[in-house]
C-alpha cells in the first residue's frame, strides 16, 4: 500500500501536492512528514531530552524535474495554515546575520531578513547552492545552519563584540542539483547528516515526461481547485486533531515508546546496521555513511511518533517503526549510498588502482582466505578481511578503491572468466577460487 493512502489527511495532501508535483513521489512522501513536524504538537524523550518532531529536509535531483515546485507547493499550503510571518522564502540568504543577528544589533534599524532562525517557523531555500558554497565565511554560515538543523537546536557564534547564544525551531527546507560542493565538501562535514536527505536521477524519457505533465497541470489546475483543498485541510486538522497554531512547549503532547516498540526498534536497526550498513566501503565513505545511519536512527524515532499521533495514538507500535524504517530506508539510507557512489575522494591515499590489478587482489585473498578456511568463503567475510589488512598496513595495494558492489562485480567477472566457483544461497554470496587457477 502507497504510505500516503493511510488516512483522510494523506490524502488530501498527495492530492494537494499532486496540483503541482509529477513523477515525484518520494517529494510527497517526505514533504508530508516535513509539515507533520511543523504543525503537530508533539514532542519525543530523546537522548534524555525532550525534544520537538521536526524534520528539515534538503532534496538533491537535476534542475527542471520538480523540487521547485514541490517547495513551492508546501509553502503555499503553510500559508493557510499558520501565520504568513513565519515562512520565509530565503533564496540568497547567505550570511550569518541573516540567520542568527550581531552582538549590536539596533531594533531601530532591524530588517526583515534578519535573525531568522529566531523569527521564523519554516525557512525555504530553493536555490539550496547558496547553503553549499566555498569559503571561510561559507563555512561559518554553514556551521549555523548544522547547529540549527540539530537537536535541541542550539545555536551560537563567537564575535569579538560578544558571543550569540539562543535556541532555534525552525524547520530548513531547501534543494539543489548535484554538484562539486555536495561532493567534496558537506557530506563530511555533517550538513545533510542531520537532514532528511533525499536523492534522485532522472532518464531524459522522464525528464521529458515531467514537462509534459507539468505543462498541462499548469495550464489546468485552477485557483479554486487549490484553494479548495487547502481549506480542506485545515478544516480536518482542526476538526480531527484539535489543531491551532501557537500550542505553547508544556502543552506538547508526549509521544511515548513502550519496552516492545523499543526491544523491536533495537533489534531492528542491529540487523539493518549489520547487513547493510557495516563493510559497505573500504575508504572514508564508510565513516560517512555511518554518520548518517547514527542519525537516521533519530529521523526514524520522529517519523514514528507522527505516524502513532496522526492515527490518534500517543504510544508508538511496531507498525510505527516499520513505517517509518521503510521511509527513512527507502528515501535517505539509499539516497545516500547512491551519493556515496559517486563521490571521488580527494585524498592521495583513495586513488583508484587499475581494473586488472583490482581483480588481481581480489582473486589473490579469496584465494587466501579458502586456505585460511579450508573451503569457500562469503562476501563479507572477504570485505573484512580486506579492510584488516589494509588497517594493519600489511598490504601493497593501500590505494585500493573497493566498496562492496564493486567487489561483487569483480568477482563475477573472475566467475565468468573462469576463476572462481560461486553460488548464492538466500542473502550469502559463497565463493571460491578453482584449484587450476594461478594467482
Known amino acids: 500500500m502507497n504510505c500516503l493512502e493511510e488516512t483522510p489527511l494523506k490524502k488530501l495532501f498527495a492530492e494537494y501536492m499532486g496540483l503541482s508535483v509529477v513523477l515525484n513521489q518520494h517529494l510527497i512522501d517526505t514533504l508530508f512528514h516535513v509539515l507533520m513536524g511543523i504543525i503537530f504538537p508533539i514532542r519525543i524523550v530523546y537522548s534524555g531530552k525532550y ?3 521536526r524534520i528539515c529536509n534538503f532534496m538533491i535531483q537535476p534542475s527542471g524535474t520538480g523540487k521547485t515546485q514541490a517547495m513551492e507547493g508546501l509553502m503555499y499550503l503553510l500559508l493557510k495554515l499558520i501565520p504568513r510571518e513565519k515562512v520565509f522564502l530565503a533564496t540568497s540568504i547567505s550570511t550569518d546575520a541573516a540567520l542568527i543577528g550581531s552582538p549590536d544589533f539596533s531594533k531601530k534599524k532591524e530588517q526583515a531578513q534578519s535573525r531568522l532562525l529566531t523569527k521564523k517557523d519554516v525557512l525555504f531555500w530553493d536555490e539550496g547552492s547558496v547553503l553549499l558554497k566555498d569559503g ?3 563555512e561559518s554560515f554553514q556551521d549555523i545552519i548544522q547547529s540549527a538543523t540539530d537537536e535541541p537546536g542550539k545555536i551560537g ?5 560578544g558571543t550569540i547564544t539562543g535556541y532555534t525551531n525552525t524547520t530548513i527546507i531547501a534543494g539543489s542539483y548535484f554538484e562539486d560542493n555536495i561532493k567534496y565538501q558537506l557530506l563530511k562535514r555533517g550538513f545533510f547528516q542531520r537532514m532528511l536527505t533525499t536523492y534522485k536521477t532522472f532518464s531524459d524519457g522522464e525528464k521529458l515526461e515531467i514537462q509534459r505533465q507539468l505543462g498541462k497541470l499548469e495550464c489546468s489546475t485552477s485557483y479554486n481547485d487549490r484553494v479548495k483543498l487547502e481549506e480542506q485541510i485545515r478544516e480536518l486538522l482542526i476538526d480531527e486533531y484539535g489543531l491551532t497554531y501557537g500550542t505553547p512547549w508544556d502543552k506538547y503532547k508526549l509521544i511515548t515508546n513502550p519496552e516492545s516498540t523499543i ?5 531492528k536497526c542491529v540487523d539493518y546496521y549489520t547487513k547493510y550498513i557495516m563493510y559497505q566501503y573500504l575508504d572514508r565513505r564508510q565513516n560517512i555513511l555511518e554518520t548518517f545511519w547514527n542519525r537516521s536512527r533519530l529521523l526514524i524515532l520522529k517519523i514514528s511518533a507522527q505516524n502513532a499521533f496522526l492515527h490518534h495514538r500517543i504510544t508508538t507500535a511496531k507498525e510505527d517503526i516499520d513505517y517509518a524504517f521503510d521511509l527513512v530506508e527507502k528515501h535517505h539510507i ?3 549510498k547512491e551519493l556515496l557512489n559517486r563521490l ?3 585524498k592521495e591515499v583513495y586513488k583508484k588502482i587499475d581494473i586488472q590489478n583490482e581483480r588481481e587482489v581480489v582473486l589473490k585473498y ?9 573451503g569457500e568463503i562469503i562476501q563479507k567475510q572477504l570485505i573484512e578481511f580486506i579492510k584488516e589488512v589494509k588497517r594493519k598496513g600489511e598490504v601493497e595495494e593501500e590505494k585500493l578503491h573497493l566498496g562492496v558492489n564493486k567487489v561483487w562485480d569483480i568477482v563475477k567477472e573472475l566467475e565468468k572468466a573462469g576463476k572462481l566457483d560461486v553460488r548464492v544461497e538466500g542473502k ?3 565463493m571460491k577460487v578453482k584449484s587450476q587457477n594461478k594467482v
Do not use: M, V, W
Not at 157 to 161: I, R, S
Open 51 to 53: 525534544i520537538r518532531c
Open 136 to 138: 571561510p565565511h561559507a
Open 157 to 161: 557564534k563567537a564575535l569579538k563584540d
Open 263 to 267: 526491544k523491536y526498534f533495537t533489534d
Open 334 to 336: 539509499s539516497g545516500t
Open 344 to 346: 571521488s575522494d580527494k
Open 366 to 374: 579469496i584465494g587466501l582466505l579458502n586456505q585460511k578456511n579450508k
Open 428 to 430: 550469502c554470496k559463497y
